[in-house]
Nanobody, 119 residues
């Protein structure tokens, strides 16, 4: 049974921080890379960061140095620490399957978590 549950979003001022969580079930996520994706209004969904089971990470240029992806394999959870947030980070954030640095989602999405960066 595959399940993805994202949480931790909210409204934050520019320069602020948020920590997102993704609780997953299903071996496809536990043994492979997981990615954080985001979709802003009127834009296509984009890959933000990926992490392998061995914790190798890759980031999109737009978030490099500001976001940190991590995972707890024992808890089947992936996190996204977001610092120095900008208005352009406003989007619904989702987690899903990925390859290292490559968008490779399965045809199932959780509900996502809304991140709004605004003063």
């Amino acid at each position: 049974q595959v399940q993805l549950v994202e949480s931790g979003g909210g409204l934050v001022q520019p320069g602020g921080s948020l920590r997102l969580s993704c609780a997953f079930s299903g071996s496809i996520f536990s043994i492979n890379a997981v990615g954080w994706y985001r979709q802003a209004p009127g834009k296509q969904r984009e890959l933000v960061a990926t992490i392998t089971r061995g914790r190798s990470t890759i980031y999109a240029d737009s978030v490099k140095g500001r976001f940190t992806i991590s995972r707890d394999n024992a808890k089947n959870t992936v996190y996204l620490q977001m610092n120095s947030l900008k208005p352009e980070d406003t989007a619904v954030y989702y987690c899903n399957h990925a390859a290292s640095g490559i968008s490779y989602p399965i045809n199932y999405w959780g509900q996502g978590t809304q991140v709004t960066v605004s003063s």
